[in-house]
């Protein structure tokens, strides 16, 4: 075979067949990665903040046709870095499809554009293509364990500005974890007020903006960091009207200012800061803001003196191929599910506990995406009850697991006032714990849980992920469960009264549960092999 040349040559011909292979390998590329870039517009469907997600492609397509002439012009000679990259990407795909952590997947098609670029039209047509493949990071959502920690910490942030600017005003108010107390009335904030779903899309804009700036670099870095305080900022300011104006005209106010302050109107006040910014700088340089923001012009240079060999791009088109055929056969790989007593079995009588079992509303339950659970309320003869919820999925490859409280305990109206990693230790059990006070209405909760995975009681999400990626590299396994004791701290009790009450059932049901969570050491002549759920 013909090796194909890619070079530039006076006909201009080459460029057409640099831009004929670039788009079948970025087909292939599409195809190969499509479980990870569904999942990807699936978060962009169901979350508000990653909306913009969809627009992000459509802006990097512009990027690319307002560099068409550039892209022509600095076509160079393949390189073989190009197919170098493309290995480093699939490997992290790989990765990604075997812990079910789909950012992974997702990072490494923006590397393997990067080394499409590269066995093309080597270092000269990757400057022309670097910023709109950059771009597309954007539309790359946090994973949920670490946009759970994000959101809880700017709820607080968004808490305290909120308090502070209401205090401006005169107005007598107190904070209590992300509950503001004006007294005769309590503003939540919860997890929809954190500010997110304005922060990731102006930080989008931001970067943008920054490029469009024809400024100094560190005033386009200003331009895209100051995204993040002026997203803050009114975020707090946003909740802190709504406070004063619960003050002047009653809690009637609060659902419509709410309404009225978020979405749109905040984002575009947002994007007005930016704009703002971007001309006060342009001003400090002497230029008006139609000299300074504007597409710029890429410069036009040589091209490469090398070799314009093909088979840096002919290699590429193989290895997406092979990674394609390659991951069907890891995606639909059976994996092994340890033989476990179901939850059915679970008795309703622990010690002097007594149970009384409960089901999840079929649609929360459709939601989760569960294989078991349980869920039970103990008590013993003093009436003080302590619900019981676990959680079991028998795999977790394609990405659907223990949702995490942090997420799904404000969604249901409950409030997280105190949040804190601790330690269970007795005599016989001491592993670590998520420990949280709740609060909706008059009702307070004390909350633990943690994560049993194949053995391992862990609290940090972190280490769970990591556990998850090293079991199924090494055994083949991703099971795992959420273990969550509630109970209620009732009229006349301590939070020490509702922990004594906990650590008591704790040190009662963890041994019980063992039939019902596979170990670190199950033998894999008790497992089973299973195929990976769809969907």
């Given at each position: 075979m013909t090796a194909l040349a890619l070079g530039k040559d006076s006909s201009g011909g080459n460029g057409f067949r640099a831009g004929l292979v670039s788009f079948a390998a970025v087909a292939?590329?599409?195809?190969?990665?499509?479980?990870?870039?569904?999942?990807?517009?699936?978060?962009?469907?169901?979350?508000?903040?990653?909306s913009h997600g969809f627009l992000i492609p459509v802006v990097a397509l512009?990027?690319?046709?307002?560099?068409?002439?550039?892209?022509?012009?600095?076509l160079g000679a393949p390189s073989w870095t190009g197919p170098a990259v493309i290995l480093a990407a699939l490997a992290v795909h790989f990765v990604g499809e075997i812990s079910?952590?789909?950012?992974?997947?997702?990072?490494?098609?923006?590397?393997?554009?990067?080394?499409?670029?590269?066995?093309?039209?080597?270092?000269?047509?990757l400057r022309v293509v670097l910023i709109p493949i950059v771009f597309l990071l954007f539309a790359i959502p946090l994973p949920y364990f670490i946009e759970s920690q994000l959101t809880l910490q700017l709820q607080m942030i968004s808490s305290q500005l909120g308090v502070w600017f209401i205090s401006l005003f005169g107005i007598p108010v107190y904070l209590e974890g992300n509950i503001i107390d004006l007294g005769y009335y309590k503003l939540a904030v919860v997890e929809a007020c954190s500010g997110l779903r304005y922060l990731y899309p102006?930080?989008?804009l931001g970067f943008l903006a920054a490029y469009l700036f024809?400024?100094?670099?560190?005033?386009?870095?200003?331009?895209?960091?100051?995204?993040?305080?002026?997203?803050?900022?009114?975020?707090?300011?946003?909740?802190?009207?709504?406070?004063?104006?619960v003050d002047r005209w009653g809690s009637r106010m609060a659902e419509g200012a709410l309404h009225f302050f978020e979405g749109w109107i905040i984002f575009i006040a947002c994007a007005g800061f930016l704009a703002i910014e971007i001309l006060v700088l342009a001003r400090l340089s002497g230029r008006t803001f139609a000299d300074a923001f504007h597409v710029p012009k890429i410069p036009t240079r040589s091209p490469s003196s090398g070799s314009n060999d093909g088979r840096p791009a002919w290699t590429t088109l193989a290895l997406l191929c092979f990674a394609g055929v390659s991951l069907l056969f890891i995606s639909s790989r059976s994996e092994a599910v340890p033989e476990r007593t179901r939850f059915a079995e679970f008795p309703t009588r622990i010690g002097q506990w007594q149970g009384r079992a409960t089901l999840l509303d079929p649609e929360v339950e459709r939601g989760l995406q569960l294989d078991d659970?349980?869920?039970?309320?103990?008590?013993?003869?003093d009436g003080r009850r302590v619900n019981l919820y676990v959680a079991y999925y028998g795999s977790q490859r394609k990405g659907v697991s223990p949702h995490s409280p942090i997420v799904c305990i404000p969604g249901g109206g409950w409030?997280?006032?105190?949040?804190?990693?601790?330690?269970?230790?007795?005599?016989?059990?001491?592993?670590?714990?998520?420990?949280?006070?709740?609060?909706?209405?008059?009702?307070r909760e004390l909350m633990y849980y943690w994560y049993d995975e194949r053995g391992r009681k862990i609290a940090s999400e972190w280490w769970a992920k990591w556990y998850?990626?090293?079991?199924?590299?090494?055994?083949?396994r991703t099971d795992g469960a959420l273990v969550r004791l509630t109970t209620r701290i009732l009229p006349g009790e301590t939070e020490r009264d509702a922990d004594r009450r906990l650590r008591a059932f704790v040190q009662d049901v963890v041994p019980s549960l063992a039939r019902y969570l596979p170990s670190d050491t199950t033998v894999t002549s008790n497992s089973t092999l299973v195929s990976p759920r769809k969907g």
């Open positions: 292939i590329g599409v195809a190969a990665f499509a479980g990870a870039l569904y999942e990807l517009t699936l978060r962009w469907q169901r979350q508000e903040e990653y512009w990027l690319l046709w307002s560099r068409r002439d550039a892209l022509r012009a600095n079910a952590i789909f950012a992974f997947s997702q990072l490494s098609f923006i590397l393997v554009l990067v080394g499409i670029a590269l066995s093309v039209g080597g270092l000269g047509l102006l930080f989008s024809q400024a100094p670099l560190w005033q386009r870095a200003i331009v895209l960091l100051s995204t993040i305080p002026i997203t803050i900022t009114m975020n707090g300011f946003r909740i802190g009207m709504v406070g004063v104006l659970y349980v869920m039970t309320d103990f008590a013993k003869g409030l997280i006032t105190n949040l804190q990693r601790t330690t269970y230790d007795d005599a016989a059990l001491a592993f670590p714990i998520n420990r949280a006070i709740i609060e909706r209405d008059a009702t998850l990626f090293a079991d199924a590299v090494t055994k083949n």
